[in-house]
T-cell receptor
C-alpha cells in the first residue's frame, strides 16, 4: 500500500526566500513520486516526478525535489519564492508500474511581498 | 495538441439523484483516471479505464461507475447521490506504455449535492 504525509497544511514565506514543502511517503514497493501544483479553481499541473532515475529531480518553474530512501522523503524546494508560486501543492505516490496516484492532503503556500 | 477537458464545470444536484460527468482525454492518450477531491483534501483515486475496461479501483462504492469510449473519452456516473459526494471531480489522462507515468489533469467538475 502507498500513502503520503505532507507536513504543514499552510506554509508562508517572504518573496525571495527559500521554499521548502515537506513530503514523506510510505510504500511497500519501490515508489514513483510526484509533486503537483493546483491554482484556485483549476486542475493539477505536474511540477516534477521521480521514477527511479536520478534522486535529485528538477522540475518546472525552478522547483526541485530530492528522493531520500533512508528518510522516505521527497521534499520540494525552490531557492527564491515568487508571488506567482502562491498555490496548493500536492505530493503523490504510486507503485512502480502502476498508474494510479495516492495524494497527500496538500500544503497551501502563501508568498508575502 | 489539446489538453484534458471536462464538462460541465459546475453542477448542482439533489440527494438521491444521478449524475454523469464527462471527460475528453488529451490527444493520443489511452488511459483515463477519475479522482474525487473534497474541499480541503487531496484527490482520491476512484477508478481507471484502459482500452474501455476498468483497470483498477479505489475505495469507492459501486454506485460510482464509469465508461471509456473508443475515442478514449470517458464518463463518470454516480447514482443515489449523497451529500458527501459534493466535491471537485478530476479526470486525468495518460499514455500507458509510454514509460513516463505522467497523468495530465483536466480542470475538474465541481459537484454540489443539496
Amino acid at each position: 500500500a502507498q500513502s503520503v504525509t505532507q507536513l504543514g497544511s499552510h506554509v508562508s514565506v517572504s518573496e525571495g526566500a527559500l521554499v521548502l514543502l515537506r513530503c514523506n511517503y510510505s510504500s511497500s514497493v519501490p515508489p514513483y513520486l510526484f509533486w503537483y501544483v493546483q491554482y484556485p479553481n483549476q486542475g493539477l499541473q505536474l511540477l516534477l516526478k521521480y521514477t527511479s532515475a536520478a534522486t535529485l529531480v528538477k522540475g518546472i518553474n525552478g522547483f526541485e525535489a530530492e528522493f531520500k530512501k533512508s528518510e522516505t522523503s521527497f521534499h520540494l524546494t525552490k531557492p527564491s519564492a515568487h508571488m506567482s508560486d502562491a498555490a496548493e501543492y500536492f505530493c503523490a505516490v504510486s507503485a512502480q508500474g502502476a498508474n494510479n496516484l495516492f495524494f497527500g492532503t496538500g500544503t497551501r503556500l502563501t508568498v508575502i511581498p | 495538441e489539446t489538453g484534458v477537458t471536462q464538462s460541465p464545470t459546475h453542477l448542482i444536484k439533489t440527494r438521491g439523484q444521478q449524475v454523469t460527468l464527462r471527460c475528453s482525454s488529451q490527444s493520443g492518450h489511452n488511459t483515463v483516471s477519475w479522482y474525487q477531491q473534497a474541499l480541503g483534501q487531496g484527490p482520491q483515486f476512484i477508478f481507471q479505464y484502459y482500452r474501455e475496461e476498468e483497470n483498477g479501483r479505489g475505495n469507492f462504492p459501486p454506485r460510482f461507475s464509469g465508461l471509456q469510449f473508443p475515442n478514449y473519452s470517458s464518463e463518470l456516473n454516480v447514482n443515489a447521490l449523497e451529500l458527501d459526494d459534493s466535491a471537485l471531480y478530476l479526470c486525468a489522462s495518460s499514455l500507458v506504455a509510454s514509460g513516463s507515468y505522467e497523468q495530465y489533469f483536466g480542470p475538474g467538475t465541481r459537484l454540489t449535492v443539496t
